[in-house]
């Protein structure tokens, strides 16, 4: 994105947790996503950013996404996405087990041994 205001881009509020690395460094933050846009996104966590800083973002169901710091305010701080998202992959909830019994196969074919269902007996 370019250094224009992009507040008109549409934002949805919501709460997901992202890794965060700033350019040049090993270490992976972990991040709140407090909105996010196509376009960018408005983070919150305990990391060592200055406007302009080159980013890279993990967002579940999107992948790495890199990008710049538009702007600080405490713990709180803007990024401009350097290419557009798919924001609605990002909100799709995580994929539930839709057979509840599938892991409870795998179990049984891998040779784990299972818990019994139903009451318990002591054997004395």
């Known amino acids: 994105m370019g250094d224009g205001d ?7 509020s919501l709460f997901i947790l992202a890794d965060l690395r700033l350019a040049g460094q090993p270490v992976d933050y972990r991040v709140k996503v407090r909105n996010l846009s196509s376009g960018g996104m408005m983070a919150e966590g305990d990391v060592p ?13 999107v992948g790495w996404v890199d990008g710049s710091v538009a702007w600080v305010q405490g713990n709180r701080f803007g990024v401009a996405f350097a290419r557009e998202i798919d924001v609605t992959q990002a909100r799709a909830p995580l994929q539930a087990n839709p057979d509840p019994d599938e892991a409870f196969r795998r179990r049984l074919l891998s040779g784990v041994p299972q818990m019994p269902s139903g009451p318990v007996r002591k054997v004395i």
């Open 6 to 12: 992009n507040r008109h881009i549409s934002r949805d």
């Open 49 to 61: 950013v200055g406007r302009g800083d080159a980013i890279c973002v993990s967002l579940r169901k």
